[in-house]
Structures are given as C-alpha cells and as structure tokens.
C-alpha cells in the first residue's frame, strides 16, 4: 500500500535505521528493537554503481554476519559479471566480440539476457537492453550539454533486441548480435536480478526477516522488527533528501525509476539515463519517478525502466500485458 505524505518530509536517525543512496530508505524504531529484544544487523557496500546495504532481523548476530557475507557476495558476483563496463566481464567481452562471432557467457549472464528480451518483447520495445551504443553516445557520467545528434539519431527506432541471440555452442551459453550497433547494457535489470541472488543467499542461511536494498532496487523477507510489514519510504523525486511516501513490502520487490539518480540539466531540459528507444535520447516527461511491486526484483527492475514517463492509467495498461502479477505503487 502507497501512504502519501501531505507534504514530503525529512528523513530523520530515529526514523530510518538504514539509508541507503538510491530511491528507498528502510524505516524502522530503534524503540521496537528494544521492546521485542531482536537484534538489527546492518551493513552496507559499494556495488553496481550505487551503495547496497543489507540488514537482517535475528537473535545470532554472527549468523546473521555470515548471512549478509553470502549475500554480498552474490551481488558482488553478478556486478563483475554483468557489467558493461569491465572489457572482462560477460558483457564486455560481448560487447566487443558478439558481431562478429558468438562469444560464450555464463549460464546465469544468458538467463538474465533471455529475460532482457522477453521484457522488449513484451514492452513493444519500450525496455530494450541492446542500446548500450545509444548510453555511450550519451555519457551522462561525463556531459553536461546533449551529443550532437549525429553520434546517436542512426540508433533511433532500431528494435535492436531483436538483433541479439541467445544460443549454445559446444555445450556452453552463447550470445551473438547480428547488428554492429548493437550493445547489450543490462543497467535495467541485472541490479534486481543481483538483488534476488542475494535473498536467495540470505533464505539459504535460514533467515526469515530481512531486507537487501540496492539502490533503487529491495526486496523485504518477512517483517519488520515491530512484527508487521516493513515500511519503506520513498524518496521524493523533487528533494531526495526527503520521502515523499511510504509503502508495506512483505515477501516482495519492488523498484523505482527515476530521472533524478543520473543526469544533468540543459536550457530548460532534464537529460537523463533512462533511455527512450525510439528516439534514442532520454525519454521526455513530466514525472520524474514510478514505482513498481513485483513478486522478484528482476521483475519489478524491468517493468519500472519500461514505464518511465508513463501517466498512471498507460502504466498501468503496460503492467497488465508484460506481467499481471506486477503492479504500479506510485509515480511522481
């Protein structure tokens, strides 16, 4: 459930034990630890491109330790090798080679591919995970003022997922792009699926409560120390340092998009890194976030990229034909 706040407030220590530097912030009473004699286990880390933390509910705080290693080390484990960045890693090396001949990945690497493509498909091509050219050609991490047009229009309206195969070769994963302009950036889904491994760790070491937030990607395990659903606020679009709502996360994912993460702003005009395939710049809008709830945070990633800059009622008609079971908690 979506609890908007009459006005966006601040965060403050009592009320959010952890921060985190995306879309979420967990809110928990440091009262409620005392009273129900639980005890809290936080941590977080640098990984995929924001700051992940991690926080446990048990009475064995070195099991719970030992829990929160194995968690980190799946989210670090899917970053090394699903980023785009390293020329080494699953994508770099695909990147690189896959035009030209088909260049062998990790079972997972093309599991998370294969989901990519289904969610274009799915989407009409409003999430397509081959536009890594199109992000180059951008380089928010660097700009300040838009590329010429020449370094991207030609990627416009390409479709260019469905130039990308996932295949076998000898017995191993494959991928091959029939396109030179194609670049697979799975900035769009690999944090949840990265998210969902690291539950999976946590759920393997026996823990019952629990929340793993990366960025603007969580998923909640059980409840909260007080016994009911964790609240998590939302951080307001317009002034991140404060939450402009809260919603209940039990047993589920959810994931925020949002213009403000990345970015910069040009004669009157947000530029930033979510990416509108048909025209091959940042996608144009009035609404500055969405969040979606889902039964996995892989799911709940994707769908929260594909309707950006959506009004509710498109949103929600997008939602119900690419995965009924998600549902859109808010936009802004």
Known sequence: MWFPDSAARPLTRRQAVALGAGAFAVLVAPAALRRRRRTLVTRT?????TTAEVMVVHDDPAL?????DDAFDRLRWVDRTMTRFDPASDLGRANLGAARDAVAVHPATALVVAEAIRWAERTEGRFDPALARVTEAWDLGERTSPPAAAAYRRLAGRALYRRVEVGSRDGRPVIRYLDADVGLDLGGIAKGYGVDRAVEALRAAGIRDAVVNAGGDLFAIGR????????VGVRSPHDPSRIGGTIEVEDAAVATSGDYFQG???EGRRYHHIMDPATAEPVVTVRHSVTVMAGRCLEADAAATAV???????????????APEARLVSTA
């Open 308 to 322: 950006f800059g959506l009004d509710p009622a498109a949103a929600g008609r997008r939602l119900r034909m690419a």
């Open 224 to 231: 909260s120390p007080e016994g009911d659903p964790w609240r």
């Open 264 to 266: 910069f702003d040009h």
């Open 45 to 49: 880390i640098p990984v995929m491109g």
């Open 64 to 68: 719970a330790q030992a829990a929160i």
